[in-house]
């Protein structure tokens, strides 16, 4: 049992340090120092890492080891192009297959979100906000969809570390109108409206897209992630 606690406990941790960029995109992870945090030894640490691995948290590279998934300015691109499809996707299904605990449970994010925003870190905002989404998600209940949404929503929290962090009073207004579109978004779901749904997807994904393209660009990607391009090696405990 406690094995079991163990890995749940590294799974979660690393899981929340790669997207609030305790772990940086492209970290070498270090298994012995790894193992020695968690309690873990190796077979069942390998096994956290190739969860992780299959949820798209981590690369693991044939004889060199884990590492964080890097966001490189291809795989950047890629997520500017799919993520309104996805996410204008992801909420119409929501709005048709949501279930009243679901909606019970978006709401319970919801206000999370709203203290994050009032009391919280950028971490604690970022976590808020991803968790949001991943209910959106769960009310899809697309078998082909969600592990793409998934895949998106890592990247998105990473890049959310930026939005939660407003540097003037235009982008604090953001982070206000972000929490209402939220509000929207869940009162579309929840009266099953699949249209207002999907142009909702659109107004919140264009209400960060100024500050994504900032992101993408190399000034932005050197200033908040520390890193310079494609073959990153840096290591972490």
């Avoid at 939005?163 to 939220?182: G, I, T």
Wanted: some cysteine; proline content about 3%; overall charge negative.
């Amino acid at each position: 049992m406690a094995a079991v606690t163990s890995k749940t406990n590294a799974y979660e941790q690393l899981k929340t340090s790669i997207l609030t960029l305790c772990l940086q995109p492209g970290a070498d992870l270090d298994e012995a120092s790894l193992s020695e945090r968690y309690g873990l030894s190796r077979t069942p640490l390998r096994e956290v890492l190739r969860e992780l691995a299959g949820e798209g948290y981590v690369e693991l590279r044939e004889n060199r080891g884990a590492r964080v998934s890097d966001m490189s300015f291809t795989t950047l691109r890629e997520f500017f192009l799919a993520a309104p499809m996805i996410y204008g996707a992801i909420l119409q299904l929501a709005a048709i297959n949501r279930t009243p605990v679901q909606i019970a449970d978006l709401k319970s994010a919801q206000r999370d979100f709203v203290v994050a925003l009032q009391k919280g870190s950028v971490s604690q905002r970022t976590l808020a906000n991803n968790r949001f989404h991943e209910i959106t998600g769960e009310m899809a209940g697309n078998v082909y969809l969600l592990p793409s949404f998934k895949r998106l929503l890592i990247d998105h929290a990473r890049i959310g570390m930026t939005f939660y962090k407003p540097s003037n009073n235009a982008m604090a207004e953001k982070l206000s109108e972000a929490s209402e579109q939220h509000d929207a978004i869940i009162a579309a779901i929840e009266a099953g409206d699949e249209k207002r749904a999907a142009q909702l997807a659109e107004m919140h994904w264009n209400l960060s897209r100024g500050q994504i393209e900032m992101f993408v660009t190399p000034a932005g990607i050197e200033g908040q992630l520390g890193f310079a391009g494609e073959n990153n090696d840096k290591k972490t405990a």
